[in-house]
C-alpha cells in the first residue's frame, strides 16, 4: 500500500536543482517576483499628477465599480451618455 504523504522525485529532477516550500510561502514569492520600475523626472511628475487626479476623483465620487475592464468602459459610456 502507497504512502499518501510519499513525493517521488526523479535522480534527473535532484541534479537540475529542486526547492520544497509551503504554497503561501511560494504565493509570496511570485508577487514579489513583478519588476519594479522606478521613474524619473518628467515621467515620474505626470505619473504623480495622474495619481493624485485619480485619488482627487475617488474621495468626490467621481469613480466607479466594475468587476472588469469591459463593464467598466460599459459603464462610463453609459453615465457620459447621460450628461450630453
Do not use: F, W
Request: hydrophobic fraction near 30%; include cysteine; glycine fraction near 6%.
Amino acid at each position: 500500500m502507497a504512502n499518501k504523504d510519499a513525493i517521488t522525485i526523479s535522480r534527473k529532477n535532484i541534479q537540475k536543482g529542486i526547492v520544497i516550500l509551503p504554497l503561501r510561502e511560494y504565493q509570496k514569492l511570485c508577487e514579489r517576483a513583478v519588476p519594479t520600475y522606478y521613474l524619473r523626472g518628467e515621467e515620474a511628475e505626470e505619473l504623480d499628477e495622474l495619481v493624485k487626479e485619480g485619488l482627487k476623483e475617488y474621495r468626490e465620487g467621481k469613480t466607479i465599480k466594475a468587476s472588469s475592464l469591459k463593464e467598466a468602459l460599459k459603464i462610463y459610456g453609459k453615465k457620459k451618455n447621460k450628461k450630453h
